[in-house]
Nanobody, 128 residues
């Protein structure tokens, strides 16, 4: 199992930027997909972005419609770290953001229910 630790959350004004990091440890040999999910108060956890591989910086990436053009997911295999760069943040981006890992990108894209590994979450608060 992969252990994941997020960092980089915080509070920003609308229009601001944050970059989240997710560092993996444990059974990180081989390849796996990394994703970011978020959960706002009173709402279900939703997928935000995912990348098909951590071993190739040109892996396939997927984004939920509401963040396209504003968020960018990337990975650095040498550091076992994935990033979520967020710009033009909006109040509706406020949520706890969770890093996730799974062997299959298809599992990641299907939603949070079957994803294998989770981080502890990091709070992102955007004030308008």
């Amino acid at each position: 199992e992969v252990q994941l630790v997020e960092s980089g959350g915080g509070s920003v004004q609308a229009g601001g930027s944050l970059t989240l990091s997710c560092t993996a440890s444990g059974r990180t040999y081989g390849d796996y997909a990394i994703g970011w999910f978020r959960q706002a108060p009173g709402k279900e956890r939703e997928g935000v972005a995912c990348i098909s591989t951590v071993t190739d910086s040109n892996g396939d990436t997927y984004y939920t419609d509401s963040v396209k053009g504003r968020f960018t997911i990337s990975s650095d295999y040498t550091r076992n770290t994935a990033y979520l760069q967020m710009i033009s943040l909006k109040a509706e981006d406020t949520a706890v953001y969770y890093c996730a890992a799974d062997r299959l990108i298809s599992t990641m894209r299907a939603g949070p229910a079957s994803v294998g590994s989770w981080g502890q979450g990091t709070q992102v608060t955007v004030s308008s």
